[in-house]
């Protein structure tokens, strides 16, 4: 891929990455928990504390999206722990309560029957004071043992891994008190890293990978086992990549660390996925011995995408969320009072040729308004089929505006598609129509391609004036483009 275009993908997730050095360095949090004590609360109720002095503001913001999941105010980023239970998906998100950007990291949740509307729940975790997770709350999963639903995640500073567990359905979460639960690498390993564990039960016994990686060679994760969770064995490692050769300081931005290790079983086959360099890669392969070779690998977005996380549904499929981040400059976002939103729920499967197939819920269907030829107010769809000549241009655009708000673009001699700054292979088979659906809500745009590419894009300042569709006439089938009902009546998604 061309290098000017990966880097708009890297820009995206280094912003805040460079956030959360800054805040780590200058122990904000010590900060802001003592302004906490001196405005008479405790750090806990301050730092949970729900109230959105914004909701007016954050609902007029036609760049909030109206159909994705997102917090109704403030930062959030990586899916954590999405678990289906009792009839409802949960969703925990990594959330900083204390505004637009990134910092103090906590665990937001939401919960759907539907898996297209959310119910904003409390804050599940928050950083303990001088606890193993007193710099932060970071990415993990969740898991049922003895019929209590546990969360698994890692404490920071230094990176750990803990338990929290609820006995009243999921409302509210107990830290295990013996945390941290495994205490840091395995002693003769020296690691880039070591974070974001993935927990699976393998005939009454768990399982969990942890994201890490060794300088010079590259990304990694490690295999521990345990009966009860709460006491872990380390076996040896997982699998392991190989890193960009370009030496960096942080060791995700050159491979060298792998971040939100995903796994599971798929169609007869196993996928892991990981994210490292701004990207988020899947690998298809064989898991033998607990271990995980690799058969395929490939990218699972080629645009502003990161950190996802999936679920096994009740129909047993595979559902996929990641995070969109930002791509606009920290100063935008922060004075906006909001920063990311989640990805649509993606299906995967494997293909014959043993690559992943990636497709939209089909439930998004049930928001389709009407077929109208047009989208208003920036929430809608278009479903395109078309035999692109040498070179397709495909623009939704507003007549009022010079730009297009989403410019897609095929070329069959370079067989490569993008969509506005993003691009990505697409090998067309012969005769292979070029099968497009864009989601467009708000600042996100979500492209997906003959069910095998997917580019995530961000379009700020747009008006919400209707979009029009155009494209070459030729080959044209299977077209709709209209509106999408909203999942929330302000923006706020609750
Ligand atoms: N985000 C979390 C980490 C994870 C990273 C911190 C990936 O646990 O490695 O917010 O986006």
Redesign the pocket.
């Known amino acids: 891929m061309n290098d000017d275009k990966d880097q708009h993908a890297f820009s995206a997730?280094t912003n805040?990455r460079s956030d959360?050095r800054r805040f780590l360095q200058t122990s904000l949090l010590g900060g802001l928990t003592g302004l906490a004590s001196s405005h008479g609360l405790s750090p806990f109720a301050w730092a949970t504390d729900n109230a959105n002095p914004d909701a007016a503001r954050l609902a007029a913001d036609p760049n909030r999206p109206q159909y994705h999941f997102l917090p109704a105010a403030n930062w959030m980023?990586?899916p954590n722990g999405t678990i289906f239970h009792d009839g409802l998906f949960h969703m925990f998100y990594?959330y900083n309560p204390h505004g637009g950007f990134?910092g103090t990291?906590h665990w937001g949740h939401a919960t759907s029957r539907d898996l297209l509307h959310w119910q904003h729940q409390p804050v599940a975790m928050a950083p303990s004071p001088g606890g193993p997770d007193k710099d932060?709350v970071?990415?993990?999963s969740a898991g049922i043992h003895n019929g209590v639903p546990t969360l698994i995640y890692?404490g920071v500073n230094p990176e750990v891994q803990c338990l929290a567990t609820s006995i009243d359905g999921f409302k509210t979460w107990q830290k295990y008190p013996a945390n941290p639960i495994i205490a840091g690498p395995p002693k003769d390993l020296t690691v880039t890293?070591f974070?974001?564990p993935c927990v699976w039960q393998e005939g009454g016994v768990w399982y969990m990978v942890v994201?890490t990686g060794f300088r010079k060679i590259g990304g990694a994760a490690l295999i521990y086992r345990s009966s009860d969770l709460r006491k872990w064995e380390y076996l040896h490692p997982f699998c392991s990549g190989t890193w960009s050769g370009t030496p960096a300081e942080n060791p995700?931005d050159s491979g060298e660390m792998w971040?939100?290790p995903d796994f599971f079983e798929l169609d007869g086959k196993h996928v892991f996925l990981y994210?490292t360099r701004g990207k988020v890669f899947y690998n298809v392969g064989t898991y033998k011995n607990h271990r995980f070779a690799k058969e395929t690998e490939g990218q699972l977005d080629f645009g502003s995408y990161?950190?996802p996380k999936s679920v096994l549904d009740p129909r047993g499929r595979r559902i996929l969320w990641g995070?969109i981040p930002e791509t606009r400059p920290l100063a935008e976002h922060k004075a906006a009072g909001w920063a990311g939103s989640m990805s649509l729920p993606r299906v995967l499967r494997v293909g014959p040729d043993n690559r992943l197939r990636i497709t939209p819920l089909p439930e998004l269907e049930q928001l389709r308004v009407k077929n109208a030829g047009v989208i208003e107010g920036l929430c809608g769809e278009l479903t395109l089929n078309l035999i692109p000549a040498k070179d397709a241009v495909i623009e939704l655009k507003n007549e009022a505006a010079p730009k297009a708000y989403a410019r897609i673009q095929y070329s069959a001699v370079k067989q490569e598609l993008s969509c506005n700054e993003f691009s990505a292979p697409l090998a067309l088979e012969k005769s292979e129509p070029l099968q497009l659906r864009l989601f467009v809500d708000g600042s996100v745009l979500e492209l997906f391609a003959n069910d095998r590419v997917c580019i995530t894009a961000r379009v700020y300042g747009s008006k919400a004036n209707p979009l029009l569709l155009s494209a070459p006439q030729d080959g044209r089938s299977n077209l709709w483009l209209g509106n999408l009902q909203p999942v929330s009546s302000d923006r706020l998604t609750s």
């Open positions: 997730v805040w959360r980023n990586d990594q990134w990291m932060g970071f990415s993990g890692t890293g974070r974001d994201g995700v971040e939100c994210s990161y950190a995070w």
